[in-house]
Nanobody
Framework: QVQLVESGGGLVQPGGSLRLSCAASGLAFSRYSMSWYRQIPGKERELVAAITSPGGSTSYADSVKGRFTISRDNAKNTVSLQMNSLKPEDAAVYYC?????????????WGQGTQVTVSS
């Protein structure tokens, strides 16, 4: 059974930092590209950052470039999102995502989400 478990969310003041982590189990982690998405009520889930495997190439939404950093540890089956200079508009539920293409079919798994609140 595949599980993605996020942690590290919470309340932070504007300008502060948080580090989200996602622990994966039940899948060949190193074969999956990993991503972080976020969603606020009434809006679509949006891609925040992604990291490929095995190359480790990263990509970011324009709104977080220069402030967020995604990283992965294939030995520990974890992916992290370091979030700096947080803004109120970064507040959302953040979801961990694992995906890979198998025989032309995209296989995706999601975590349960972790809440990030940015407020003074």
């Amino acid at each position: 059974q595949v599980q993605l478990v996020e942690s590290g969310g919470g309340l932070v003041q504007p300008g502060g930092s948080l580090r989200l982590s996602c622990a994966a189990s039940g899948l060949a982690f190193s074969r999956y590209s990993m991503s972080w998405y976020r969603q606020i009520p009434g809006k679509e889930r949006e891609l925040v950052a992604a990291i490929t495997s095995p190359g480790g190439s990263t990509s970011y939404a324009d709104s977080v470039k220069g402030r967020f950093t995604i990283s992965r540890d294939n030995a520990k089956n974890t992916v992290s999102l370091q979030m700096n200079s947080l803004k109120p508009e970064d507040a959302a539920v953040y979801y961990c995502n694992a995906n890979r293409v198998v025989a032309s079919v995209v296989v995706r798994y999601w975590g349960q989400g972790t809440q990030v609140t940015v407020s003074s």
